[in-house]
């Protein structure tokens, strides 16, 4: 659609070895909140090689989110800068950043968020639609077979479980065939039964797809899956 | 995305947001303001046409040109090129002579076939009031007469008639004239014949006063570019009068039926697009959280705006086509239902009302929801990861600008003036504008006064300040609109019925000589008739004002054709009936005034006259002068007798005059005043029952009109109440889940949501009683022109009718609060 997705296509179809996926330095944000001016991040630095997964831990509020969204290009720092797919995200505006996500990177939220205007396999095959990738709905069809959820295809979200949701979103994550994951909490809102089988799920896709991960998460165990493991605190990651 | 991909992407969307519902209110309203638009517009706009060729039967043609000279070939020669029918007739004076040698004067009118070219001529034979083989034009060497002739001279069918130098036969009585009604002086009874017939009766000498005239009919644009090269090629010597310009009674009801139909269109367009405007904000709002999905998963702005506003364009294609059905099958039952109340196969519709619908639908769209969709496309990414981000920042300024100049074109497009429309926005924001800020106000009143049993109702009132300031404000709205319509509605309709007065006078006798007054007074009384007065009726001419002659050579043609025209004075002691002074002062009622005159306002305000100016007559070759002491505003509406100049007795008690006299006949016209004629010689009584009742047809079917379009308004009224209820229903399910979730029966949420809505309906009434009672007060005195009358029912109604009615529609549309399980409430809006 314009020239830095083009860039970012080849950056993406021959990562370097040695370039990090995903790299954040000096990250800082500041938000204006009733009390003056709010921290959330302190000149944070962060690295996620190619195919590589880490967890972020802390307690609440300390800015996991915050950080994600900016990672994700979701939310600008204040002031450092991220790099991701090989792309300065600084360099790029709001619409070339979703561009540069198009079917590139993928979603899991806590709170689902499949759109309720489609059915289950719409829902799947968006990622594919929005990145222009032909078959959508044939290689919808066959993610949505791989976690179990072929024979729901036309229902709508509402007229899923919580779980089913959510493996539907791990669907949608995973179907572009993504290089960096991103995930919030993907089990918050699940009891723990249904909880370990998303988590399973998803880390079989991502071996199967070499896709890295950034994954939050207050679950231990959850966190010990990952490849490193980070923790958020006074605005700063420390390596657990 | 490319366009093909987003338009079935949208699609998609589309088919998921029909069958979830997610877009039925704005669906409704759609429909509602299409269905109402395309039927108010298809309606008026066959009953408008309609109405006209009824109005134009009293002309028998769409236009006329008159003149008192022989008509210039043109016109003739342009009408045929615009492809107009034509006819003509010629009318003068003239006197016939019975078998029996005695004679008559007489109105003759001698036409072509053709005449008349809009309503038509009833005849009967003389001797048997059975059906008559039908003619078109009298056949050469007959002639038709009005009931009046045939009593005055005992004229049997088949008798002859001598006119001028010819003989002819009476063939047919003439029971109803369509535009006898025209000029309801011209009181002699009627001869009609044939045009060609007038040559040889050698009736028409150089110096005779007869009125030549030519009658064209056709469809409207021919009919107006006529109507145009008329008033610019012969104005001068021709008068032209079209169908607007026709009958003042039934012009007026017209013009009014017209200004009622246009309002209660204006109104609900103006409702629904209310409705469209909380629906459309609702659904942006609804997408804000797709639009952050999307963009998180890679679409741009541009795409997510783009796949709202197809969604968007598709509900609107979808509404105005079933709006343009809906609106199609109304106006065809109406048609239906009208059909047997007009005499004529109702014409057909134009193309415009549906396009006009479409239009309206898509400017209400677009304009409401262009800022709410582009915000939603907007909105910060981050809400999929932190929900405080609202994110929804745009200019208020910007979205209300939009806002009016949507509703602006949208009340242009029914309204079709550019000043009348600005007025009423400007009136409607204002409008809003006080609702918001007394909505505010008395919300934090209610607050304050509540007990603790309704603190849960008046707590969810402030918790959702915003959307309740805009909720009361919908509402009041459509409950002003539902008042206003039914008070306006009322008014009119009685204010109708008060045009024809039922004791308006029926009969017109004229040409009663002095010495045959007391006579005939003591004749009706001894047949049961009620006389108002017998009125003394001088022939005059103009001829100076302030002793400046009006017959100046050097003044121009019209104004030589306008001094030169006859007019009938009258004098009195006191001031007539159906009267009243609007300056200056009427004279002393015991007989001593001096002279003076009194001038009927309107004619005196053409012609620049001022009190104490005076103004000369030339009355059987006399001057008569004297200062002008009084306007006088005429009811003409009355159907009694009136003139434009009347004088004190001192003015006018010498000089010349015969009597007129008018009053209401209850018995058959002709057996009633058949003896009158032999009894008093030269008087002459005019049936003018049946051109009343034509005009009181007019106005019943007007008004039948305007009762149905009164019901569109009701339903876009109600619309946008629903729309106002639906817009806090998200907020209502979320928050009684919690409420219920923390302990609270279902009893008393129940309660709290009945307790909420009645008392939003009732402030909301109070309200909408106010304004309603101002703009019709204003539109009664301004639009309309009828007294307006304070009604206490309207605030009654308007707050018992809030409370009542829009917790009634909250408990309905709110329903699914009190039946969705808190679990399901609560997860589905983490
Ligand atoms: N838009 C905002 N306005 C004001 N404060 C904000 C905003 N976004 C985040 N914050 C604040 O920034 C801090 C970090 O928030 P963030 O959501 O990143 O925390 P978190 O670590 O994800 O917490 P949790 O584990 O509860 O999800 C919090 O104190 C929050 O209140
Ligand atoms: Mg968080």
Redesign the pocket.
């Known amino acids: 659609m314009n020239n830095s997705t083009q860039s970012a296509d080849s950056a993406a179809a021959q990562p370097l070895a040695d370039t990090p996926v995903l790299s954040g330095s000096q990250i800082e944000k500041s ?1 204006s ?1 009733p009390s003056g001016l ?1 921290t ?1 991040l302190h000149s944070l630095d962060i690295a996620v090689d190619n195919s590589e997964a880490i967890a972020i831990v ?1 307690p ?8 994600l969204g900016i990672l994700a290009g979701l939310d600008t720092p204040t002031s450092g800068s991220v790099h991701m797919l090989g792309e300065n995200l600084n360099d790029l505006d709001e619409d070339q950043r979703a561009r540069l996500r198009a079917g590139k990177v993928g979603f899991v939220f806590q709170s689902f968020q499949l759109l309720p205007g489609l059915n289950a396999l719409e829902n799947v095959m968006l990622p594919l639609e929005l990145s222009n990738t032909p078959d959508a709905s044939d290689r919808a069809m066959t993610m949505l077979d791989q976690v179990g959820l072929a024979d729901r295809a036309t229902h709508q979200p509402l007229q899923l479980s919580g779980g089913e949701q959510q493996r539907v979103a791990v669907a949608r994550a995973f179907v572009s065939n993504p290089a960096l994951l991103f995930a919030d ?1 993907p089990t918050g809102n699940l009891d723990s039964g249904t909880g370990h089988k998303i988590s399973d799920l998803m880390f079989s896709l991502r071996e199967q797809l070499g896709s890295a991960l950034v994954l ?1 998460t ?1 679950d231990e165990t959850l966190a010990m899956r990952c490849d490193r493991r980070l923790r ?1 605190g006074d605005g700063k990651l420390t390596s657990v | 995305m490319n366009f093909p991909q987003q338009l079935r992407f949208a699609g998609r969307a589309f088919k998921r947001d029909v069958k979830a519902g997610e877009l039925r209110v704005l669906a409704l309203a759609l429909i509602i303001a299409v269905a109402s638009v395309t039927a108010v517009g298809f309606f008026t706009d066959r009953i408008g046409r309609a109405m006209e060729r009824q109005a134009a039967d009293i002309l028998a043609a769409d236009l006329l040109a008159t003149s008192g000279l022989a008509l210039p070939e043109s016109i003739a020669t342009r009408a045929i090129e615009l492809g107009l029918d034509t006819a003509r007739h010629t009318r003068f004076p003239s006197v016939v002579v019975n078998q029996d040698d005695e004679s008559q004067l007489v109105a003759v009118k001698a036409v072509t076939s053709g005449y008349p070219l809009r309503g038509a001529l009833k005849l009967t034979t003389l001797d048997a009031p059975t059906e008559p083989a039908p003619l078109d034009t009298p056949a050469l060497g007959t002639v038709w007469i009005d009931v009046q002739l045939k009593n005055i001279l005992a004229i049997d069918q088949g008798d002859t008639l001598t006119l001028g130098a010819k003989d002819f036969i009476v063939e047919r009585l003439i029971q109803y004239e369509p535009d006898r009604g025209e000029n309801v002086f011209e009181i002699a009874p009627r001869v009609m014949l044939n045009m060609d017939d007038l040559e040889a009766s050698q009736l028409l000498g150089p110096g005779s006063r007869a009125r030549f005239t030519f009658l064209m009919a056709g469809e409207v644009s021919p009919i107006d570019s006529m109507k145009d090269w008329l008033e610019s090629n012969v104005a001068s010597e021709v008068r032209v009068q079209s169908v607007r310009d026709g009958s003042p009674q039934l012009q007026r009801a017209l013009t009014r039926a017209q200004r009622f139909l246009g309002l209660a269109s204006v109104v609900t367009v103006l409702l629904a697009g209310a409705a469209i405007a909380l629906a459309v904000r609702q659904f942006s709002l609804h997408q804000a959280d797709a639009s952050a999905v999307l963009r998180t998963l890679g679409a741009t702005r541009t795409e997510v705006v783009i796949w709202l506003v197809l969604r968007l364009a598709m509900i609107v294609v979808l509404a105005s086509v079933i709006g343009i059905v809906v609106g199609w099958f109304a106006q065809l039952v109406l048609a239906k239902l009208l059909q047997t109340w007009f005499s004529m196969v109702l014409p057909a519709p134009g193309i415009w009302a549906p396009v006009i619908g479409t239009l309206t639908a898509l400017i209400a769209v677009a304009g409401f929801g262009l800022m709410p969709v582009l915000r939603a496309g907007r909105v910060a990414v981050m809400r999929v ?2 929900r ?2 609202s994110g929804l920042d745009t200019s208020v300024v910007m979205t209300t600008l939009i806002g009016v100049i949507a509703t602006y074109f949208v009340v242009l497009l029914q309204s079709r003036d550019w000043l009348l429309s600005a007025i009423v926005v400007a009136g409607v924001v204002a409008m809003l504008g006080v609702f918001a800020l007394f909505g505010r106000i008395i919300i934090k009143a209610v607050r304050a006064v509540a007990g603790a049993r309704y603190r849960l109702s008046v707590a969810g009132l402030q918790r959702r300040a915003g959307s309740s300031v805009v909720q009361l404000a919908a509402f009041a709205m459509g409950i002003m609109a539902l008042l206003l319509i039914a008070i306006v509605r009322v008014d009119v309709l009685e204010a109708w019925e008060r045009d024809i007065p039922p004791d308006a006078p029926n009969v017109f006798v004229v040409n009663i000589q002095p010495d045959q007054v007391d006579g005939f007074k003591q004749r009706l009384d001894n047949q049961n008739i009620k006389v108002a007065g017998v009125f003394p009726m001088v022939r005059a001419r103009l001829a100076a004002h302030n002793g400046e002659a009006t017959l100046a050579d050097e003044q121009n043609e019209r104004q030589q054709r306008r001094a030169r025209r006859e007019y009938n004075l009258t004098y009195s002691n006191d001031l007539p009936i159906a009267g009243e002074i609007v300056e200056g002062e009427w004279w002393a009622t015991d007989g001593t005034a001096e002279p003076g005159w009194s001038i009927e306002e309107e004619w005196a305000a053409h012609r620049g006259y001022a009190i104490g100016d005076t103004l000369t007559f030339k009355i059987a070759g006399v001057d008569v002068t004297a200062p002008i002491m009084s306007f006088r505003k005429v009811d003409w509406e009355s159907f009694q007798v009136n003139f434009f100049v009347v004088g004190s007795p001192a003015t006018l008690v010498d000089m010349p005059a015969t009597f007129v006299s008018s009053f209401k006949i209850d018995s058959d016209f002709s057996t009633t005043t058949g003896g009158w004629a032999r009894e008093f010689p030269g008087i002459a009584a005019l049936d003018i029952g049946a051109i009343m009742n034509r005009v009181k047809t007019l106005m019943d079917r007007a008004s039948l009109a305007v009762e149905y379009v009164f019901l569109f308004t009701v339903l876009a009224g109600i619309c946008v109440l629903l729309a106002a209820v639906q817009s806090s229903q998200g907020e209502r399910i979320r928050e009684s889940a919690l409420l219920r979730a923390l302990g609270a029966s279902h009893h008393q949420i129940k309660h709290a949501v009945v307790a909420e809505f009645a008392i939003l309906g009732a402030i909301a009434g109070l309200l909408a009683a106010f304004f309603a009672t101002v703009v019709a007060w204003a539109l009664s005195r301004f639009v309309f022109e009828l007294p307006y009358e304070f009604n206490g029912w309207l605030w009654i109604i308007g707050v018992l009718g809030g409370a009542v009615g829009i917790s009634i529609a909250g408990y309905f549309a709110t329903r699914r609060v009190l039946t969705t399980p808190p679990v399901v409430a609560l997860r589905n809006t983490a």
Do not use: A, N, R, W
């Open positions: 938000i909140g709010l959330i802390g609440s509020g300390s800015g996991k989110s915050t950080l909490e939050v207050h958020m | 990861l932190q405080d981000y």
